[in-house]
């Protein structure tokens, strides 16, 4: 019977052995996986400093907002794409352009400025984008013959531009008054008060900045269409500095990428129902 009880015992041991829970020692806690480092900010595109001047419609002009549009801003910022540049706009009076850029107020000038002989003395020009004749308009009905028939009118023009150029060489001479303007937004609003009796102008901008709204009712064009190399120059351009051959060549290769893309043809259907490129 002890034998009994005594291996009822070891067995019981064994059992109550067998049944304990063994305590594992605890694990060191892994490190925690590194946060996934942060996506690099895009890098800011370098500026290109755009003058303008924002009183040349359909060109150039101001939205209700007083946002920068036109033909000429919507050419700058694809321009600006094509090389990798974000277009800052810079107002300008007209005259005061050149001085402006040679005084490095900006980088370019975008706002239908003509290649002349004259401007290629002083700035550098890209290629061509875009070319339209000027035009004189008077009061519809005027007696119009030659230039002479313009004698003691008094005609309003942008002050700096080819147009005042003409003006000064074929219209005074013929005894016309010639009366330049900062801006060509004033031309119009002294044609309609009484104050000038007539323009010469861009045919497209006059057009879309007078002759087509309510002010310009009783206005139309006389003469042939003004194109003369020697005042209006072969195009319109991009102006820039002396010297800087690199950026010219980027522009006129943007100029060229536009041209076969399909963006110039985009831009220009928006503002216009003919070809602007001309020829």
Known sequence: MKNVLLSLSLIGAATLMGCGKTEAPPTAAAPAAPAPAAAPAP???????????????PFTFKTADGKPTGFDVDIADALCKEIKRKCVYVEQVWDSMIPGLQAKKYDVIISSMSVT?????VVDFSDKYYFTPSRIVVKTGTPFTDLASLKGKKIGVLKGSTQE?????????????VVPYEAQDQVYLDIKS?????????????????????E???????GPVLSEAKYFGTGVGVALRKGETALKDELNAAIKAIR???????????????????N
Not at 216 to 222: E, L, M
Not at 260 to 278: A, H, L, P, Q, R
């Open 43 to 57: 890098a800011e595109m370098p500026e290109l400093k755009v003058a303008i001047d924002p009183t040349y419609e």
């Open 165 to 177: 150029k003409y003006a000064m060489g074929e219209l005074k001479p013929a005894g016309a008054s």
């Open 216 to 222: 310009g009712a009783g206005y139309g064009f006389v």
């Open 117 to 121: 002989e004259e401007r290629q003395q």
């Open 194 to 214: 009484g104050r000038l009796d007539g323009t010469v102008a861009d045919q497209v901008e006059v057009n879309g900045g007078f002759l087509s709204k309510p």
């Open 260 to 278: 076969s893309n399909g963006v110039y043809e985009t831009v220009s259907k928006k503002y216009f129902d003919f070809d602007v490129y001309g």
